[in-house]
């Protein structure tokens, strides 16, 4: 099994801090930074074979992990088009690097271990949700239909939809699927869509299940507000 973090994005809504260093190096609690706390629950997991997409920031990224976590087996994948694209252009360019089964999460994402433990654990395609939190506009939503997530987006809303976190688990054949079906989009010039958009439109041939959480930790962290409160949870 491998990882994929998409970190090629500019993480504008968290300038100024990240004027100068992307949102995975900024830190938490001491030293400790996002990317951190990714790359050790990745290994405590057992998975050591690490896919990053970059943007602006890839050479400072590169030398954080070539510092701290030099022993493991980590590819870069550059979109040199991250001013222009979304990360549905990020995730087609590592089609390349697809050959196991992927743990896709974003850079920006905080999460606890356990949660890592019980998506791997799991039968099937993932994605984690929650039932219990408020669900901000701006944030993804699941819809949940006959125990099956069939569609991810902002824009959802409605009993059947819920709070979803970008820590999926996909099988290698349906996330090559997922990517091959986003080369078409990528192909009209439609580059600045999520790829869950794409995943909507297969999510009757892409089985997608829901792993449940409740009070673990799970967020994305894009503005200042949810850093501070990211830093208070881990204290």
């Not at 694209?85 to 994402?109: E, F």
Request: proline residues 3%.
């Amino acid at each position: 099994m491998k990882a994929l973090i998409l970190a090629s994005g500019e993480g504008k809504r968290l300038r100024p801090l990240t004027y100068n260093i992307p949102k995975p190096l900024l830190k938490i609690l001491g030293d400790k930074t996002i990317l951190d706390y990714q790359m050790e629950n990745l290994i405590g997991c057992g998975i050591t074979d690490i896919i990053i997409t970059t943007g602006p920031f890839e050479d400072k990224i590169k030398a954080y992990l070539e510092k701290n976590f030099s022993a493991i087996n980590v590819s870069f994948v550059y979109n040199p088009k991250y001013e222009t694209t979304n990360y549905i252009y990020s995730m087609w360019l590592t089609k390349k690097n697809i050959d196991d089964d992927i743990i896709l999460l974003h850079g920006d994402l905080l999460f606890e271990k356990k949660l890592l433990e019980r998506l791997i654990a799991e039968i099937g395609n993932r994605v984690l949700v929650n039932k219990k939190i408020g669900v901000p506009e701006k944030d993804f939503k699941a819809v949940v239909e006959n125990s099956r997530v069939v569609k991810i987006g902002v824009e959802f809303s409605g009993e059947n939809a819920f709070a979803c976190l970008p820590l999926y688990k996909i099988s290698k054949a349906d996330f090559v699927f997922w990517i091959n079906e986003c080369e078409e989009y990528i192909a009209k010039g439609d580059v600045n869509i999520y790829a869950e958009k794409v995943f909507n439109e297969i999510s009757d041939e892409l089985l997608l299940f829901p792993l449940y959480f409740d009070d673990e930790l799970c967020m994305e962290i894009d503005t200042e507000e949810e850093l501070e409160l990211a830093r208070k949870l881990i204290e």
